[in-house]
């Protein structure tokens, strides 16, 4: 029997790309979504295409309403910035960001590895082409990793160490797209934009598009999902 | 102008002193309570009252089924331990444990401070009078302080460090209640039963009763709400 992992899956291409690395790794792999009143919930219906294409075990939604602690554009009336040049999108921490998000997921995938009997979580977050946001970067990771060590039954009774699997986030977003490739990610099927056109069909401006088209620029191909 | 604190209130007896300490320290208090499968949802009740009673800013409750996670009595369908004897109470974990619960509140809890653009939160664990939850324990407690500083953008631009305060980790149930007393808590509002009766009684036998019931026993008082 293969050990599981539980795997944070937004339905995006970053985190299609660590479900295929947990399931190369060997894991069965468990795909944790979230409703949280984000408004690009079409990639949750991305979410459930990739967690099917790649052979999960099972794939968890859960609804957690954050429109109520609010602070950001992507669960409020905020508008989504659109267009902004390259080199700006890594200076400073957009509006996109949504307070403490990654810590509140981490913590669910926590939760369901523990009943589980699962002491692996990936994460795809990656720190080069990304929107400055800080619960991405690995000292915010490895913070997390310790905590998670400390809170729950599983570790206190010495049956195991939680690993928080980053395995993104030292590659750019070419490099993520050509290691997605090589595992059979399919792109097609996958999510990015934060500002979907109606329909679910991508705004190809916000930061999210412009990073996604960059990496298949990079990596000097086109985005099957354009 | 009072700075803002976010106090996790369940509705039971620590958590309403927690927010009496808060108040007491010059904090306008915001209070955060979950709905999250709990078996034991009258405490929401008991966590409106009480946010009334001792003058918290407002009063949050936020909607997170944890039901499908599972792996805990209080929000699934195994039994809630009764009548266990008191020094059997601190050994082991018991099945009331709720994976990564607090782990998962902390984390709303900083998502809603950094929002509130403050910097304080409150939680009313300890870690004497307790049933062994993992994540009770001071070393949690800190270990969480360390990962929020490096979660959120308040504090990646520095404008302020998160600290959690946990007033009550090293007193027992007995000076719990007499701070609280001393506060103005009025106990016969709080409830803390896992289990309640039809009409939301407290069961007088599950782990939070007995713990309870001995702390008042130990401050030589009835208690109010019995």
């Known amino acids: 029997m293969n050990p599981k992992a539980v795997v944070l899956l937004s339905g995006g291409l970053d985190s299609a790309t660590a479900l295929a690395v947990a399931?190369?790794?060997g894991f069965d792999a468990f795909?944790?979504?979230?409703?949280?009143?984000?408004?690009?919930?079409?990639?949750?219906e991305a979410a459930?295409?990739?967690?099917?294409?790649?052979?999960?075990?099972?794939?968890?939604?859960?609804?957690?309403?954050?429109?109520?602690?609010?602070g950001s554009a992507l669960t409020g009336s905020l508008a989504v910035p659109k267009n902004r040049p390259v080199d700006e999108l890594s200076e400073g921490?957009?509006?996109t960001y949504v307070p403490?998000?990654?810590?509140?997921?981490l913590s669910y995938a926590l939760a369901w590895a523990e009943v589980?009997?699962?002491?692996d979580i990936f994460i795809g977050v990656n720190a080069l082409d990304y929107s400055g946001y800080p619960d991405c970067r690995p000292e915010f990771v490895r913070s997390f990793e310790q905590t998670a060590n400390l809170a729950t039954k599983a570790c206190v009774e010495g049956r195991g160490a939680v690993k928080i699997h980053a395995p993104l986030i030292s590659l750019t977003k070419a490099q993520?797209?050509?290691l997605g490739l090589s595992l059979g990610v399919d792109y097609s099927i996958t999510h990015s934009c934060y500002d979907p056109l109606p329909g679910g069909k991508a705004c190809?401006?916000?930061d999210s598009c412009i990073l996604r088209s960059r990496g298949f620029a990079g990596a000097g191909l086109a985005d099957p999902a354009a």
């Open 48 to 70: 459930s295409r990739v967690a099917k294409a790649l052979g999960a075990s099972r794939h968890l939604v859960l609804n957690l309403d954050m429109r109520p602690i609010g």
């Open 23 to 25: 399931i190369k790794e």
């Open 204 to 206: 190809g401006h916000c």
């Open 100 to 105: 403490a998000r990654n810590t509140v997921f």
């Open 176 to 178: 993520i797209i050509r």
């Open 93 to 95: 921490i957009p509006v």
């Open 116 to 119: 589980l009997e699962s002491f």
């Open 31 to 44: 795909a944790l979504s979230f409703f949280y009143g984000q408004r690009h919930q079409v990639e949750l």
